[in-house]
């Protein structure tokens, strides 16, 4: 109980100064989210073919919200070609019991009960001008109609993006809104993930970040990444940590690193930055992350990081000289 007093502390606490409706969010610096097509090789940085994403309601709002996607179709500037645009993305959102708390929605693979809870819109979209740098809006929907979750006191919905033809590359991005058509921002909302599948910035002064969440039960870490294609390097900073480097993975394989998580940075976000390296340049550059703890468990990546952006403070991470 008093661990999970703790973390809700956190979250009202971050939640009352923020604004997260943004998928990915402004701290996060990435451009786009991806998914390709099923028919796609892995090479071009996509390891299954889904992502998942979740959005976190204070428990006391109540007016109706908006699930925005921006570019959802297949083809046009943002996107990626492989031949000709032959590919469909569907786009589901799901609300309702298990829709958060079913422990395969909580996996990194698409397998088991992963669209688990009740669906409330789904849609599929090829190549269609008519949405290409626009948006599509799925909603309303009453708060009351998420999962209510208690480890972070709200109503959560869950939305599925899955590439069920061709072999293009699908890059788009959420909003959550009170509003059909425009961005309105929920205030003390914030969006997680378990595992991000996201396109890197082609310009290698550009650096993208994203923020696990770690409790005060994680002991270890062990961070995987996919299809890095060695452009540049992964850091990860801390409240106590300046940078711990982990190794990237090259074409179409995953690398994993673990670490130890030190006591200072129990309760906080981590900060784990990409960073782009500078000869010869990657573009176009896909990659997917997760991180787990010592007992398997996926982290939560939020959007806008509990606690806010992580900083390094000196003093913490000081040691004494032996004497």
Known sequence: MKRFIYICGLFFFF??????????????????????GNKAETSWGD??????????????????????????D????????????????????????????????????PTGNYKSGTLLA????????????????????????????ER??????????????????NMYRYFLSTDPNSDKPVEGANAFAYEYSFRMHNSVEEVSHIYPFVDDQTVTVRLSNFDWDNDG??????????GQLSPVSGEDNWE??????????????????????????????????????????????FTSPIGGVPKYKYSIGVKPAAQ
């Not at 390891?47 to 006391?60: H, I, R, V």
């Not at 690193?257 to 030190?262: A, P, R, T, V, Y």
């Open 15 to 36: 939640a009352a100064n923020a604004y997260a409706q943004p998928v990915p969010n402004v701290e996060e610096n990435i451009p786009y989210l991806m998914t390709f």
């Open 47 to 72: 390891d299954d073919f889904s992502s998942t994403f979740f959005f976190l309601l204070p428990k006391n709002f109540n007016q109706p919200v908006f699930i925005r996607v921006y570019d959802p």
């Open 74 to 109: 297949c083809g046009g500037d943002i996107d990626e070609l492989d031949g000709v645009w032959d590919t469909r993305t569907t786009f589901s959102v799901y609300g309702g019991k298990g829709c958060w708390s079913d422990k395969a929605a909580q996996g990194t693979d």
């Open 122 to 149: 789904t849609k599929t979209f090829g190549e269609d001008p008519r949405y290409d740098k626009g948006y599509y809006t799925f909603g309303p929907f009453n708060p009351s109609e998420g999962e209510y979750t």
């Open 152 to 169: 972070w006191d709200g109503n959560v919905f869950k939305i599925i993006c899955e590439g069920v033809a061709g072999d293009d590359g």
């Open 233 to 242: 390097f992964i850091r990860t900073v801390s409240v106590a940590r300046r």
């Open 256 to 301: 994993t690193s673990e670490f130890k998580i030190l006591d200072a940075e129990k309760n906080t976000s981590l900060d784990i930055q990409f960073i782009k390296k500078k000869n010869p340049p990657v573009k176009n550059n896909n990659v997917v992350i997760y991180v787990k703890n010592q007992y398997g468990q996926n982290l939560e990546f």
